[in-house]
Structure formats: structure tokens, C-alpha cells
Nanobody, 121 residues
């Protein structure tokens, strides 16, 4: 069984910083892309940042220059450093890991339970 667990959410004032962590555990052969999504109150889930196994990154426009995604392949972990936080960054943040099935060699999406980030003005 595979588990994906996030940590590091919380409350912060506008302009502050938070660092989210996510680790996958269990019977893991390999992990392809790892991503962070977020779901603001009353809105749909949106992709925030993606990092490939080789370290290539992509960011949603509104977080470019403020958020940094990184990963540690040895630990099956991904991180999101969030700086200059704004009230509009308030959301539940979810980790997504595309874990490669060793039989089919196809990636299967696994999701964490989510961690709340609240930014006050």
C-alpha cells in the first residue's frame, strides 16, 4: 500500500512564509512527476506547481517568483516553499505523486489528505 502525507500548513500573516512537505511511503518502485495543488474556499482544485523526477519545474502564474517546489528522490518527498504569501493563497493544499506501477510501468496518481494554509491580511 502507498501513502502520501502532507505536513507544514498553518496560519500566517500576509507577507509571511510557510514550507509544505509531502512524503510518499510504502511499496514504491519509482515516482514520476510530483505536484502541489490547492483548493481555495468555494473554488475548484487548481495546479500550483509541478516537478519532474529530473528536477524540471513549472508554476501557476500567480505563484511564480514566490513559491519554489523541490524534491528529494531518495526520500520520495516533495516540498513547497511559499514566500510573500497573500490572502488569496488561502486554500487546502494537496500533494500529488505519480507513482509508477512496476508491472504496467504506468504512473498512478496518489493524493495526500490535504493541509490547510490560511493567510490573513
Amino acid at each position: 500500500q502507498v501513502q502520501v502525507v502532507e505536513s507544514g500548513g498553518g496560519w500566517v500573516q500576509a507577507g509571511g512564509s510557510l514550507r509544505l512537505s509531502c512524503a510518499a511511503s510504502g511499496n514504491i518502485f519509482s515516482i514520476d512527476n510530483m505536484c502541489w495543488y490547492r483548493q481555495p474556499p468555494g473554488k475548484q482544485r487548481e495546479l500550483v506547481a509541478t516537478i519532474s523526477r529530473g528536477g524540471n519545474t513549472n508554476y501557476e502564474y500567480s505563484v511564480k517568483g514566490r513559491f519554489t517546489i523541490s524534491r528529494d528522490n531518495a526520500k520520495n518527498a516533495v516540498y513547497l516553499q511559499m514566500n510573500s504569501l497573500k490572502p488569496e493563497d488561502t486554500a487546502v493544499y494537496y500533494c500529488n505523486a505519480a507513482i509508477v506501477d512496476p508491472i504496467s510501468w504506468r504512473p498512478i496518481d496518489y493524493w495526500g489528505q490535504g493541509t490547510q494554509v490560511t493567510v490573513s491580511s
